[in-house]
């Protein structure tokens, strides 16, 4: 699993990743009441803004980690938008994209790099 400074995962299988908030995002955001989820078939750029979460607490846009093509959205957050906050990096993924640029997933931090960055937080 890789992460930006935004606080996006990524979960690279194969050609395509799984993408979603992490759990310190969907902990500063608190109870997640609505999601707006990215369109199939739609192609997003990295760092374009392709989701919204919205918690009782701010309305957030989700930036996409990677560029490609959304093949997937996990249409469960749509009537149960709980379960980000549930399992923000298994079960709550926001989307699934088949990655037009694999080398972009290196440049995101591993765990340890993020974990790092959020100490700095």
């Known amino acids: 699993m890789r992460f930006t400074k935004d606080h996006e ?11 979603g908030i992490s759990a310190y ?14 369109e199939v078939g739609k192609t997003v750029n990295q760092g374009d803004s392709f989701a919204v ?11 996409a980690p990677i560029s490609g093509e959304v093949i997937a959205a ?13 399992a923000p990096e298994g079960t709550g ?10 080398t972009q997933v290196e440049a995101l931090m591993d765990r340890d790099a993020y974990e790092a960055f959020l100490s700095t937080l």
């Not at 919205?54 to 957030?60: C, M, Y």
């Open 93 to 102: 993924w926001l989307a699934k994209i088949k990655l037009s640029d694999a």
């Open 9 to 19: 995962w990524v979960l690279v299988e194969g050609d395509t990743a799984l993408v």
């Open 25 to 38: 995002a969907a902990d500063a955001l608190g109870d997640v009441v609505f999601v707006e989820l990215p």
């Open 74 to 86: 996990n249409d469960e957050l749509s009537s149960s938008p709980e379960v980000i906050n549930a």
């Open 53 to 63: 979460v919205e918690s009782v607490k701010a309305a957030s846009d989700v930036y």
